[in-house]
């Protein structure tokens, strides 16, 4: 196949690239480089044959020449702090960025996957969140601008299928961590890492009580190419069903890092959610896809990668 990845320079991207490359399809990444990195991009077309690189904005209209079977639009700022910073920009990748590139799938009659968020769940009514939650989201909160933009997109990718027939599909995700997170992301694994291994406070936003499940990036990777494969139309939760308050995963990085670092009480985000987990039912059941790694697994590589990046 050939793939087009928006957002192929980011964390969930570079690893999605790495599959499909590995697999022996080519991928054509497009992203601005806002969020992914440079580095990500020259490490996976030094590694691939298969792979190009346009460096574009995805909220202006793109074409691509040749063929193309799948186009999947991973590009959105996604940790809170990048999306805060970036409100319009978030918005326009979600609804120009998501328009143009179901253009470009319709043009190519190709398969269609769009990276959607637990987040359009927002602060949950229904524990753990199936599919069929519709979700409470405050529309006018500074949140919004990611939660809305991804709910606009699930809608326009929707429409589109009923519209046109395009073979789409939404994945939904929940924390996701793993090697290749920025360390200055903002989000709470790489913030906890850095901050033990740099000796500093470890910063738990509100009373630490809230809660997140944390996916593995090679599990949620796999998942995400599983469901492009099967066709199915979605929306599916992609995530680990393992849920942990943010004082325990601090324990967890502080035992796994050796750190001695203490803890700082910060104030909590506005509308941040008070728990989260995914029901993976429908993934289970239609992909008999299983995420196996845990974070006792999943933190080492992340840690490592961490520690090379900060050359401690
Ligand atoms: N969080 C924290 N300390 C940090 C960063 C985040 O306690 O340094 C909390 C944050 O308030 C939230 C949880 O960790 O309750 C997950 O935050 P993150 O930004 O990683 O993801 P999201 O809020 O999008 O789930």
Known sequence: MRVVLTGGAGFLGFHLATILLERGDQVVCVDNLISGTRRNVDDLAAAHDGFEFIEHDVSEPFSVEGSVDAVMHFASPASVPDYLANPLLTLRAGSYGTFNTLNLAREHEARYLVASTSEIYGEPQVHPQPESYWGNVNPVGPRSVYDEAKRFAESATAAYRRTYDTDTSIVRYFNTYGPRMRPEDGRVVTNFVVQALLGKPLTIYGDGTQTRSFGYVGDIAAGTIALL??????????????????????????????????????????DDPTQRRPDITVAREVLGWEPTTTLHEGLPPTIDYLRGLLQL
């Open 229 to 270: 494969d099967s066709g199915h139309p979605g929306p599916m939760n992609i995530g680990t069903p393992i849920e942990f308050t943010m004082l325990k995963l601090a324990e967890v990085v502080l035992e796994l890092t050796g750190s001695s670092s203490e803890l700082s009480f910060e104030p909590l985000p506005e």
